[in-house]
């Protein structure tokens, strides 16, 4: 009996190990894996989808570096309250009086309009987002407000092609 569990553990530490080496050969030599991949061609930016399966950006508002969590489903470009501070849009004394509805039920927001929302190389000026009330999301969305307004946006597997 005590082969046999030997004998287990040893499967699962060589599973983990294997499975750690191939997740090591996707990514490139010195890549950090929790930043996400971007590759830019012919005007057109694409990305790779992380472990989940989701889409995950650095963009860039007012010259400032936001990680975003693209989403289609997201009517606007939706800001947590931190990041909303800390790009000066809003402060705790602001009037959050507009009403969105997320995943988690209606919360407050403010609306507010991004000067420019850049990734990588496509750049789309005057964006209208909301931030929301400061607790109410973790991540930031990058919404149709902003997706909208691109020639194309298509995904194939794992990778997003975004394109002005």
Known sequence: MIKIILLAAFAVIGAVYMASE??????????????????ESDGA????????GHFRVDATIGGRRVPMLVDT???????SFEQGEALGLVSGGDRFDARVT?????VRAKRVVLR???IGSVKVLDVP??????????ENLLGMS???RLRRVETARDRLTLER
């Open 146 to 148: 902003f997706l909208g």
């Open 116 to 118: 420019d929302v850049r």
């Open 45 to 52: 930016v694409t990305l790779q989808a992380d472990a989940d």
């Open 102 to 106: 997320t995943a988690n039920g209606g």
């Open 73 to 79: 489903g997201a009517t606007v470009v939706a800001l």
């Open 129 to 138: 987002a909301v931030v929301l009330t400061r607790g109410a999301m973790n």
């Open 22 to 39: 191939l997740g090591a050969l996707r990514q490139p030599k010195g890549a950090d894996p929790a930043r996400p991949r971007l590759a």
